[in-house]
C-alpha cells in the first residue's frame, strides 16, 4: 500500500481512537463518578497519558510518526503499571492508601477479585480503574502498532523510492521511446537522476524537477525551452495507473487537452504546464517532448507527488482542541452536579434513617 493511501486510513483510526483517550483518561479523575480532592486520586493518573501519550500526540500521526509511537508507547507502560498497583482507596480505616501495590504477580488482585472489597471508598473504585486503565492499554497499543506502521513506511520510502516498481519504469521509458538510464543510488526518492540525449537545435531546462503537493492545490509544472522555429509541445502522465496524454499544442494555437483533464489545465507559451485542484491519484511523473519542425526532440520529467494532509488547517486544529476541552468541560460539570446529587440524596436517606431509629427506641421506652 503506498504511504498516502496508509496515511489516510491510519489518520482515520487515530483521531476516535485518541478520543477515546482522552475521555477515558478525564474519567480516571472522577472515581466512580464522584469528585474528590486531588490527594486521594491515584497518582499515576497525574502522567496524563491519555491526555498527551494516547491522545495530542495522535493529532498529528503523519508528521510526527516518532513522536506517535513514543505516546503510545508511554501510555501503555502507565496503563500497565496503573493496572498492576491498583487504585488509592479507603480500606475502611479513613486513610487512603494503596493496598495491592506491593502483591506478586501471583498474589495480584487483577487475579483476585473477592480482595477488590478491600477498598471501600469510593465505592467501585477498583472496577472503575481496572476498566479504564484497562481502556488504555489496549488503545495504546493499537496506537503504536499503527504509529510504527508510519515510520516503517516512512523508512521504506526513503530507501525503496515511489510506490513504482523498478520494472514499470524501465517500461515506461519502452513505451515513451527515452533512452533512459536511471540509477537508485540517491537517498530519497525525489532525487533519482534520468540521463536523456540532448537533441540537436532543441535545449530544455526544468527548474524544479520533483514536486511535493497536498490534495486540491493548484501546481505549476515549470519548464523553459530554446530551438529554432515554433515546436510541438507533448506532456504525459505516467503512474501505477499507465500512461496518459495530458495536452499537445503549438505556441500560439489552442491547446489540444485530453478528456481526462478538461478544465483542470493551463497552458503557457513557454512549455509550462497547470494543473488545478490536484488528488493524491494524480502523483507520478509527467514527461514533456519538444519537437521542432526538423524533426529534433528534447525530453525531460518532473515528478509529482501529492499528499492527504488530514490536519493541514491549523485553524481547525484549534477549533476540534477546542471542542475538546467544552466536552471535558460538560462531562466535569455533569460529574459533579450527579456527585452532589448523591450526596443531598445519601443525607436525606441517613436522615430518615436516624429519626425512624429514634422513633423506635423512644417506642421501645414508651413500652417499657
Known amino acids: ?174 513505451e515513451l521511446g527515452l533512452n533512459i538510464h536511471w540509477t537508485c543510488f540517491h537517498l530519497f526518492p525525489e532525487s533519482f537522476s534520468l540521463s536523456l540525449a540532448i537533441g540537436q537545435g532543441v535545449s530544455l531546462y526544468i527548474p524544479q524537477s520533483a514536486i511535493n503537493a497536498t490534495v486540491e492545490e493548484d501546481i505549476l509544472l515549470s519548464v523553459e525551452y530554446s530551438c529554432h522555429g515554433i515546436p510541438t509541445i507533448e506532456w504525459k502522465y505516467t503512474s501505477t495507473w499507465g500512461v496518459q496524454r495530458i495536452v499537445e499544442w503549438k505556441p500560439g494555437t489552442q491547446a489540444n487537452i485530453s478528456q481526462s483533464h478538461k478544465d483542470r489545465v493551463c497552458t503557457f507559451d513557454n512549455g509550462s504546464i497547470q494543473l488545478f485542484s490536484v488528488g493524491v491519484r494524480d502523483s507520478g511523473y509527467y514527461v514533456i517532448t519538444v519537437t521542432e519542425r526538423l524533426g529534433s526532440s528534447q525530453f525531460g520529467t518532473i515528478v509529482l507527488h501529492v499528499s492527504e494532509i488530514l490536519y493541514e488547517d491549523l485553524h481547525f486544529v484549534a477549533v476540534f482542541l477546542a471542542f475538546l476541552a467544552a466536552v471535558a468541560a460538560v462531562l466535569i460539570s455533569l460529574m459533579w452536579v450527579c456527585n452532589k446529587c448523591a450526596y443531598k440524596f445519601q443525607r436525606k436517606r441517613r436522615h430518615k434513617l436516624k429519626e425512624s431509629t429514634t422513633e423506635e427506641i423512644e417506642l421501645q421506652d414508651v413500652e417499657c
Open 1 to 174: 500500500m503506498c504511504s498516502e493511501t496508509g496515511s489516510r486510513y491510519t489518520g482515520m483510526l487515530l483521531l476516535p481512537l485518541a478520543i477515546a483517550a482522552i475521555i477515558a483518561n478525564l474519567l480516571l479523575y472522577f472515581p466512580n463518578g464522584q469528585v474528590l480532592e486531588p490527594a486521594k486520586i491515584t497518582d499515576l493518573v497525574w502522567f496524563f497519558h491519555g491526555f498527551l501519550g494516547a491522545g495530542l500526540l495522535m493529532l498529528f500521526p503523519v508528521l510526527l510518526a516518532i513522536q506517535g509511537t513514543m505516546g503510545a508507547v508511554y501510555c501503555v507502560v502507565i496503563s500497565s503499571l496503573g493496572l498492576l498497583s491498583g487504585p488509592f482507596c479507603d480500606t475502611g480505616s479513613g486513610n487512603y492508601t494503596y493496598p495491592f501495590r506491593n502483591d506478586s504477580l501471583e498474589d495480584n488482585y487483577l487475579f483476585n477479585q473477592p480482595t477488590w472489597a478491600t477498598c471501600q471508598e469510593p465505592e467501585h473504585i477498583v472496577l472503575w480503574n481496572v476498566v479504564l486503565f484497562s481502556i488504555l492499554l489496549g488503545i495504546g497499543v493499537v496506537e503504536a502498532v499503527l504509529c510504527l506502521g508510519q515510520v516503517i513506511s516512512g523508512l521504506c520510502d526513503v530507501y525503496c523510492g515511489t510506490c513504482i516498481r523498478k520494472g514499470q519504469i524501465i517500461n515506461l521509458g519502452h
